[in-house]
């Protein structure tokens, strides 16, 4: 037998008639054949189902005694049996009332009376608690699934076609995951199916996972210190729970409740977790106000931050493990979650907590190309259009377009697009395309070849374009492919027909566009222009008090950000930063020539002309170690008096501030400042002369003084 595939539940039954009184026969149950009695071979056969085979016929007073046999192929065999490459997918079960010396149940045979068994190939059998363990053979290895917790993995070989069905399980090639926990005292079913066909069933329970001291656990969103009971409650709903990387859903796997009287908040798992944690924080009434909000959102290509808003005079200063704060700011691009952890201090407070970026894949979808031919004529060359990769990003590896026609048939096949490959912030889509071939006619007129016409690409600057093909007959589909230089992006692509009308362009993603050819000679032209930088950066949230102020020196010109596009809001702004502020925003210009400008500011420096510029105009003189401190923080006297000496009239008011005295550097720049609204105190009574400014904090400052 070779080839052979049979499906279903068979079952051989043979009970006590005492108006037949024959005894001695046997029951057989197999799923290729029940007794077999001359040499055979099975080749390629497949069994898929449960064989039972259940004999009562024997009576105590008779001497003569039948046997149940139940095999995955064959039930009994009495001649030589050879089984290659075949699988008995199968459940066997035998019962005889006389006992079990009489009933027989194997994989593949359950019994060879004076005969051999041998197995070739490769055979796959179902292995169980109950089912003998046959060498020569690959096993199904149900008893993987037994004693799990959810989360876990585990190696069960099944050949190809046979899918897992189960609420708690999940089969992926030979890994099966357990994907979801069963309740208390219960148990959840798994089915294996094999076409359609169902042929092992089983009981399985699924610990539920204890997180209570689980080093994978992160939890965010959670101050150090609040001001008071209140503020920790209105946190309650920015708590993030992560596991092993992947965030936990509210409601579905924990819960969080507050105790004010103890001051902590507690976790506690739910659905397929269980255990909980307790994080505890500190109610300090003169604790800083500091919120944070986790960043949720789509790859785009563009690089994102958490927000922490504080309020003025506060340093913010991040980390990406916890306890250590040594970065101005951390902004990510790729997908992915990203725990950051911060610290705000300001004079001697401090408050620590954490938030999360979270980046989730931008779906990307791959469709074949829709195309038709003549049967008999050349297969096309298929084609695909990509939808939803972001501005200058491409395919690593363009998908293979396969389809089984030869063009010999006329008939609708499909395109199947497949391994493709756009990287780690996609999450890939295929779509079919349908390939259209058209019986030839068969009427007797005459048809003549169509004439082919040229596609010319003048040169361009800062880009390629390249056309295929380079010739073609009107009705043929000509693609463009475009890459602009590095720093430089497509403006514009045009084709034209000879006679100026321009064609309709379709954009297929990945730098690629097609039109279709007229019935002349056409003309691609394409330009390319500068990139052009992001308006927003990630650290500039829009509703922070700085932002207004940011987004006005970028449109004038007195600052673009970092290299790394970011802005550095939290970043200390140095002299050397805020005299080039000044000067830009006076309009950059060209020093006289006048000025000794100190030796720490070297020619042809960012702030050379600056400070040349605003010792020439009085407005600094340096120190009196005859250094400038380019490279020093600038402190909120120095930058009062600088914007002071710039922009400021002489105050109508007199500097109260106790930190400030009357005839301190500062005292006139910090009542100007004030009167001007240029910036408060950093309480009711001081100024603090002596902090470091933030570069969102001076150009906040220029912005106020300016407008």
Known sequence: MKNCVVKGNISAMLKYDSALPTFGESAYAGGMAG???????????????????????????????????????????TAAVTVKDSMALTTQQAGAAKGPASKYAGSFAAQMTGADLTLSGTNWYVKTADAAEVSDATPIDTTVLNGKTYGDETTMKAPTGVIMKSDYTALEGSKVSFIK?????????????????????????????????????????????????DAAAAA????????????????????????????????????????????????????????????????????HSIIVKASEGVTVKYGEAKATYTQDSIAKKDAGTYVVYWKATKDDKEITGSAVITIKKAPLTIKADDMSMTVGGTLPKFTYTSTGLVNGDSLATEPKLACTAD???????????????AGSNYEITYVNGT??????????????????????????KNGDVTVSPKNASKGDTVTITVKPDSGYELDTLTVKDASGNKLKLTDKGNGKYTFTMPGSKVTVSAEFVEEQAASIFADVPADAYYAKAVEWAVKKGITNGKANGLFGSNDPCTRGQIVTFLWRAAGSPAPKGTAKVPGDVLPGSYCYNAVAWAIENGITNGFADGTFGVNNTCTRGQSVTLLYRALGKAPTTVNGFTDVAADAFCADAVAWAVESGVTNGTSANTFSPNNGCTRAQIVTFLYRAKN
């Open 407 to 421: 063009g010999s048939v006329a008939g609708t096949y499909s395109i199947v697009p497949s391994g493709a490959d």
């Open 236 to 303: 309650k709903d920015n708590i993030s729970v992560f596991y092993n990387g992947t965030k936990l859903v509210g409601g579905t796997d924990y819960t969080v409740t507050q105790d004010t009287a103890n001051s902590k908040f507690t976790i506690s798992f739910i659905g397929n977790y269980t255990g909980s944690v307790e994080k505890p924080y500190t109610v300090d009434t003169g604790a800083l106000v500091v919120t944070a909000t986790d960043y949720n959102g789509t790859y785009d290509g563009k690089i």
């Open 35 to 77: 007794l077999v009695s001359s040499n055979s071979t099975f080749e390629n056969c497949v069994a898929v189902g449960s064989m039972k085979a259940e004999n009562t016929c024997n009576s105590a007073n008779v001497g003569i005694y039948g046997c149940a046999y139940a095999g995955g192929l064959i039930g009994n065999a």
């Open 435 to 460: 390939l259209t071939i058209y019986s030839r006619s068969s009427g007797g007129g005459s048809s003549s070849g169509g004439s082919s016409y040229t596609v010319s690409v003048p040169s361009t």
């Open 181 to 229: 926990a069963t309740e208390e005292s219960k148990t959840g079913t798994v089915k294996l199916v094999y076409g359609g066909q169902e042929f092992f069933t089983t009981e399985i329970t699924v610990a539920k996972k204890d997180l209570t001291n689980d080093s994978k656990v992160v939890i965010t969103g959670i101050n150090s210190v609040y001001p008071n009971a």
